[in-house]
Nanobody, 118 residues
Framework: VQLMASGGGLVQAGGSLRLSCIAS?????????INWYRQAPGKQRDLVAS???????DYADSVKGRFTISRDNAKNTVYLQMNSLKPEDTAVYYC????????????WGQGTQVTVSS
């Protein structure tokens, strides 16, 4: 499974960005869950949002009401719409996938930088 994350950039506080994670190398329906994580400098990598193949979603408390995760099966893509961005959202964002056939293994994309200026 290969994951390609994109969509990061520099935005002012209060602005919006949409991240994309394109999956290849496996049938999209075989991906049980796709997660977005983020890692700020000097901090651990934290889970931001998740979406399952059944479209169940979950969010970290810090982004609830501001971020929306969605999944387009026709495009093998998961999106993370980020609104009302704050400087503390600055981090490298990674997409992660777990597949049904190998549930204990994590696949990672390369990360995309999000910088929110105050």
């Amino acid at each position: 499974v290969q994951l390609m994350a994109s969509g990061g950039g520099l935005v002012q506080a209060g602005g919006s960005l949409r991240l994309s994670c394109i999956a290849s190398g496996t049938a999209f329906f075989s991906i049980r869950v796709i997660n977005w994580y983020r890692q700020a400098p000097g901090k651990q990598r934290d889970l931001v949002a998740s979406i399952t193949r059944n479209l169940m979603t979950d969010y970290a408390d810090s982004v609830k009401g501001r971020f929306t995760i969605s999944r387009d099966n026709a495009k093998n893509t998961v999106y993370l719409q980020m609104n009302s961005l704050k400087p503390e959202d600055t981090a490298v964002y990674y997409c992660n996938a777990r597949v049904i056939s190998n549930p204990g293994y994590d696949y990672w994309g390369q990360g995309t930088q999000v910088t929110v200026s105050s």
